[in-house]
């Protein structure tokens, strides 16, 4: 079945660094990936999405993540975090394609200024 | 305007109650869907609605019955409500349920059991 791992539950950083958020997945064939965020006390929202074509995917907010086949692996990455990027970061992928997502664990972010 | 509206956005009942949760969306969406999260923050899918009929069931108690009226809203009703319950419902809708499609997810619903 597919399923998608974060292994990392929490991340603090320094506002400004740089941020690497870990996705790995579980499919056979090239699957569709997300990336939400939610901030304290709100819903989800993507962020950005692959399904197919460039790897390499631009989303709101200064994020890009990068689909890499051959590490199972769709990370979230930006160059400089901002305070307002502390939140719950989600990465997920619709089994069977369909009508449903399957959300990884979450990782947790904490910038400090 | 909101896109996904949920009614309330907070819930505190005592066990063995009935309640219900709202959702409406305004984008036009053919599929809707029910997530609860839990304390540890874990999301997973409760149900799934195109045009008005249910297409996903994920083994979810059958205390708890989604109603769709129209492709518009989404209600989930709780029957005696138990501890375990407790958690944020999340209503979520897009286009036709494809793979492909995003997901828009609304504020989210406290219940809060005690």
């Known amino acids: 079945a597919q399923s998608v791992t974060q292994p990392d539950i929490h991340i603090t950083v320094s506002e400004g660094a740089s941020l690497e958020l870990r996705c790995n997945y579980s499919?056979?064939?090239?699957?569709?990936l997300f990336w939400y965020v939610q901030s304290p006390g709100q819903g989800l929202q993507l962020l950005l999405k692959?399904?197919?074509?460039?790897?390499l995917v631009q989303g709101i907010k200064g994020f890009e993540a990068e689909f890499k086949r051959s590490q199972s692996s769709f990370n979230l990455r930006k160059p400089s975090v901002h305070w307002s990027d502390a939140a719950e970061y989600f990465c997920?992928?619709?089994?069977?394609?369909?009508?449903?997502?399957?959300f990884g664990a979450g990782t947790r972010l904490a910038v400090h200024p | 305007d909101t896109a996904v509206s949920q009614t309330p956005k907070y819930l505190v009942t005592q066990m063995g109650n009935d309640k219900s949760i709202k959702c409406e969306q305004n984008?036009?969406?053919?599929?809707m869907y029910w997530y609860k999260q839990d304390s540890k923050k874990f999301l997973k899918i409760m149900f799934s609605?195109?045009?008005?009929?249910?297409?996903i069931n994920e083994t979810v108690p059958n205390r708890f019955s989604p109603k769709s009226p129209d492709k518009a809203h989404l209600n989930l009703h709780i029957n005696s409500l138990e501890l375990g319950d407790s958690a944020v419902y999340f209503c979520?809708?897009?286009?036709?349920?494809?793979?492909?499609?995003?997901?828009?997810f609304g504020p989210g619903t406290r219940l809060t059991v005690l």
């Open positions: 984008l036009g969406h053919d599929t």
């Open positions: 499919y056979g064939a090239t699957p569709y």
């Open positions: 997920a992928v619709p089994p069977g394609g369909y009508n449903k997502l399957i």
């Open positions: 692959y399904f197919s074509g460039d790897t």
């Open positions: 979520a809708s897009s286009q036709d349920g494809r793979g492909t499609d995003t997901q828009y």
């Open positions: 609605y195109n045009n008005k009929e249910l297409i």
